[in-house]
């Protein structure tokens, strides 16, 4: 994930350099990362504030999980180098009917 996160597409083939599978999209162009236990194809939404924050707003037009995984681990980039790897679940009554 670090790697991937710190080299730019535009200069490495990081399914190649990565080790990773690239999977057909439905909607998007870009290719699903057959790694991932979930993968989410977006279409740019809003470039107002590209500009000012380098900030892009994301419509999601199609998710996938990979149901193979009954009690996937996810990792969080939290900032600045750290990350938190999804642990323990828990199970609260719900109210919903």
């Known amino acids: 994930m ?7 597409g535009r200069r ?11 999977l057909p999209a439905a909607q998007v162009e ?3 990362i057959a790694e991932c236990y979930a993968n989410l194809e977006c279409r740019v939404a809003d470039t107002r504030l590209v500009n000012r924050y380098n900030f892009f707003v994301l419509e999601v037009v199609q ?3 990979d149901r193979g995984y009954k ?7 939290r900032g600045r180098g750290v990350f938190m790897v999804a642990g323990e679940t828990i199970k609260l009554p719900s109210k919903m009917k």
Do not use: M, Q
């Open 2 to 8: 670090v790697g991937c996160g710190n080299s730019s």
């Open 12 to 22: 490495v083939d990081k399914f190649a350099a990565f080790g990773l599978t690239p």
């Open 30 to 32: 870009a290719p699903l």
């Open 63 to 65: 998710a996938w999980i």
């Open 71 to 77: 009690e996937p681990r996810t990792l969080h980039h």
